[in-house]
């Protein structure tokens, strides 16, 4: 059984990861938390809901419901924290943030009702056995996609020129402006990818518990600040190792101690990660992100 | 500015005043004096707000079933007068309409609420006052214990839990169960103990306990764990979101298992999420059903299509026999005064209504048979799986 709640808990945990490089991305740059964050994620299954639902191809539904939240992202940091940028303290960036999640939210509940819709059963699901462990081909998916999605962002950080300019806006906002990067365009492509692996993940949960809903978002979101917290807030490598440690743990928190934990063994490591090492698994205090 | 006919005008607009409160005196008079002519029943019961889907189908049944007795002789040869406040799904609203019906009204009994909290807020009033009130839906605890005013009518999960256990037991064979709790849910954590109870005196075995919450969606360690535990059938106590969720994770798991649960399944939800994977895999009671109805419900069926034009719930059946049941206590006793009546109300056996059998026990609760077992087939919801008599003790 222990390797099969293993399997459940990675699964569940590169859900996490996925939204939490959403977090460690932005924070990286410009040191916001962004709370909308866990909506961008919710409308990312919606969209992907949606393009189901016409009878599109479920992979070119992915893609789609990426394209839609991207724009989506680039859409909230323009309207909501780019005015605020530079001008107003670091706080009213965060108030913001959480006034767009509660707007979001509500936004979808008043457009779908606040019931938990079904997700269709696209990919046909059977389980095969690997010795005495049983899995899904469908925890076997949603795994691939995240590590091919992880694979391409770290590719796209270290080997390109926009990764390039993000690294170097981490290090430095204000020298990379400098330097002549357009740091406006940097940040908001910093939201775009950002915004397009939650929108995956997001499909992704909907599609294997079968079931989306308008608040889906606000703990899948606050879970994975804790996977980026985990792993080192501003550290891509970290998002991912907290986000499946974080899915583990949980799992096998209700696996071996109860389900009443569940949420509490989340939050729990949360609060001893900033007792004992503020910076994370991954992070380094002086800084280098991204 | 002319004085005078500013007076004038005040003096037109108070006998305007003094005239509109006669009439209304006159207006509340009529029906005072008819009162020994008519015996009036206040209905409880939302007809808006977010309870109004229990309120609403219960006022019609009740006023169904007036419309029978006048049509007949009423009661001992009197009228029977209806009235029918909303009380919003609001405690303060539900006191006021209370008390208004008791004091100005001189209502003779109270037919509802079918929510309990809202039943045991009229109830206080009602068994201060000396008046009945018959609940027609509070399922809680702590209703009659109120005091000897105070009757209800419902299926209870004390007496169903029970009765599905030892079906689920003795004729499905299932005696290793295991149950699953939705831990941040007041109603799952009630009715687990009761469930628990049931299965340890009917000889079942309790393989796996466990715990989900409301809101959740991952279920995977849970169901692993089940599967693992091997169980012949997995009760589970809380709503119809969850249950349908599970039933999803478990057919991803290749673990065919049935649920079985209370009325909390009950909703269209379940047959919605949970897709193929709950098709007759997932079992609840439910006090009511319009399937295979028997000849008493089978005539209330009819008069109800044919009056509203669509299909009865079971808070139009319970309301529908609270008023016969009370009629019938009125009958028996040869008086109205709720003191006198209340004592044959709560001798009622087998009182053979539109929604199932009645009994009251020693301690004034509801023994209703038969339990009905729902769930779903094809497009069908609820279908009735199969009806379970339920003995009185």
Known sequence: ?290 | MNFKRNKKVVLILCALMIFSLLAGCGGNAAPDKAAGDTIKLGFLGAKTGSVANYGIPGEKGMKMAIDELNAGKGILGKKVEGIYEDNKGESSEIANITTKYITKDKVVALVGDPCTGLTKVAADIAQENKVVIFSAGATGADVVEIGDYVFRNTLLDTVAAPAVVDWMINKKGWKNLAVITSGNNGYSTALTPIFKQAIAEKGGQIVLEDTVNDGETDFTAQVTKLKNAKPDALVFTGYYTEAALIMNEAKKKNLDIVLVGGDGLYGQDLAKLGGEAVQEKVIFYAGFSTDQPSPETAKFLEAYRAKYQEEPDMFSAQFYDAIMILAQAMETAKSTDPSVFKNELANLKDYPGVSGVTTFGADREPIKSPVCLLTVKGDKFPALLEKIPVQAK
């Open chain 1, 1 to 290: 059984m222990f390797w099969e709640q293993l399997i459940n808990g990675l699964t569940l945990g590169s859900s996490y990861a996925l939204i939490a490089l959403g977090y460690t991305m932005v924070y990286g740059i410009v040191q916001l938390i962004n709370f909308a964050h866990g909506e961008i994620y919710m409308f990312g299954a919606f969209a992907g809901l949606f393009l189901v639902l016409s009878g599109v191809n479920v992979f070119i539904a992915l893609l789609g419901a990426m394209v839609f939240c991207m724009l989506l992202g680039m859409l909230v940091e323009r309207i909501a924290y780019r005015p605020l940028r530079g001008k107003s303290s670091r706080l009213s960036a965060l108030i913001s943030a959480i006034g767009v999640s509660i707007f979001l939210s509500t936004l979808m509940a008043l457009y779908r009702g606040t019931n938990t819709t079904r997700y269709p059963e696209i990919i046909g699901n059977s389980t095969f056995s690997v010795g005495s462990i049983q899995i899904s081909s469908l925890q076997v998916i949603i795994l691939l996609v995240s590590a091919l999605l992880m694979v391409g962002l770290q590719l796209l950080i270290q080997k390109t020129r926009i990764g390039k300019a993000m690294r170097a806006c981490s290090q430095d906002l204000e020298a990379s402006s400098l330097m002549g990067i357009n740091v406006n365009r940097v940040i908001s492509a910093t939201f775009a990818i950002g915004s397009a692996l939650a929108a995956a993940g997001g499909m992704m949960v909907g599609i294997y518990y079968n079931a989306v809903w308008p608040y889906m978002g606000t703990m899948a979101g606050l879970k994975a600040f804790a996977a980026a917290v985990l792993g080192g807030i501003g550290s891509v490598p970290g998002a991912m190792i907290g986000g499946l440690s974080l899915g583990v743990m949980e799992i096998m928190g209700v696996a071996y101690l109860s389900s009443s934990y569940k949420d509490a063994i989340a939050f729990a490591i949360l609060i001893l990660v900033l007792f004992i090492r503020p910076q994370g698994i991954m992070g380094q205090k002086i800084s280098k992100k991204v």
